[in-house]
């Protein structure tokens, strides 16, 4: 993506002086170590090795392998006049702080023992790019002996242009330290040249409905939810997360257990009447089903959904009555799974999270939120949303349903499939954020109404709008 209009020499040069300004902020000068290999993240290494000691810092730069003759790599090492060193241990041990120049978005196998040696003998580690042990597509470390090495980890990450995977998913996130995103002046083409297909979660991205003065509870939107007699709670957190991110009218399909769901809240609508029935108001057009369901629940309820037509989200209950059969759930709108239930439907997933959801969701042709501390929201044609704007507040049993019943009023509200399960994800994190140190699931509720604002406003801010 380089090679247009502003040229990778002149890029290269600014990605540099981006590394080296940041070590300059946020460390006291002292003895650095620059680790350059062979290709373009080697080039950035000597360019930040050059301007750190420009600045005067005690720098010495260790070759792994010297860049091909030729190469803007090469011109670039030809400009660092300071001094080299042996790409050792000793040398690494040395220095104050070592800066890993060795691999970045070119990595495409583990590194040798020997680099993973010398990263492990720093001190302190600073990257350019990537950890030069990371799959920046994928967040997967690319270590042998996984099991038996202590993976490095690094006080900071220098990027450019905008954050990869690797930043954002697991393991990787947790061992890239702060990221530093530079703006290198990569021209828009470029940038559009490089055609994304995955991004991190923001309300810039996707446009949730705000409240208008004609509005009424239909035009608002109608959740449906399916309503079990064993389980009756996970309905319950469901319906209050839908009532309280905004749906205009949330209804309890509950059969004979109808009872067990008329002693909670009284703004719920709880129907007894046989499913059937209730299918020929065409205004209850989106269905959550599966918190709280037994297999032959699910049975009675989902196929006569998707025969009907109606938009539908699956989660808990549902993805565990289509293990072994996933094309049970074909037709379905959206799925939620955690990685256990993810595995049961799809297989393992391997160390390519993303790359799995994407390919579920085009199996499937249907939006897969697979949760996570990262979630990942993967559409069938091929869009993938990466959502890190959650809480460790939210891993408590009940908070998925309360995304269900999220996602579910996004639905209802008119949102595409899988712009809805990004708005539901990012309310759901900003709620968990909100609400403090060690919340009950139900305190979730009490700021979804505030992120629903917040997100329409960031989205509104972003746009120009006032
Ligand atoms: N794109 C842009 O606009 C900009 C990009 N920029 C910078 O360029 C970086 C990408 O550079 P890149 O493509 O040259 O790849 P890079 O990471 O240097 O590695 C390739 C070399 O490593 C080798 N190699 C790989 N794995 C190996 C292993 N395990 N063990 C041993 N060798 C291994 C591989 O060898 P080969 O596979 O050919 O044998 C090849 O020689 C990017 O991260 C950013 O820092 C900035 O300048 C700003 C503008
Ligand atoms: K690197």
Redesign the pocket.
Known sequence: ??SHSIG?EA??E???WAVAQAVKTRFAPCRVLVLC????????GYVAARYLERAGWPVQVAALAAPRAGTI?AKAAARFHGRHVVFDQESAARADLVID?V??????????DE?MTVLASAKKRVA???PSFVN?RTGAL?VEDSASRDVPDYLMSVT??RPKPGHVLYPARSICGEVICAD?G?PED?VAHAAPDMWLNHPALWAIPAMSPDDHKYSRGVVSLCGGAVMPGATRLAAAGARASGAGLVRISAGKAAQAYRLGAPGLVVDDAPLPALLEDERREVWLCGPGLTPEEVEAALPSLLRAGRIVLADAGALGWADGVTEKLRGVSVITPHIGEFTKLFGAPGSDLAGAARAAAEKLDCVVLLKGAVSIIAAPDGRVMLNDHASPALATAGSGDTLAGVIATMLAAGMPAWEASCAGAWLHGEAGMKAGNWPVVEALDTHLGDARALAIALHAAAHGQV
Not at 103 to 112: M, T
């Open positions: 993506m380089a990778i890029l290269m600014r990605a540099g290999g062979p290709g373009n993240n080697g080039g950035d790599a120049a691999f970045g978005a070119g990595l495409d196998r583990a590194p040798s680099v350019v790019d990537l920046g690319l450019f242009v290198i990569m470029c």
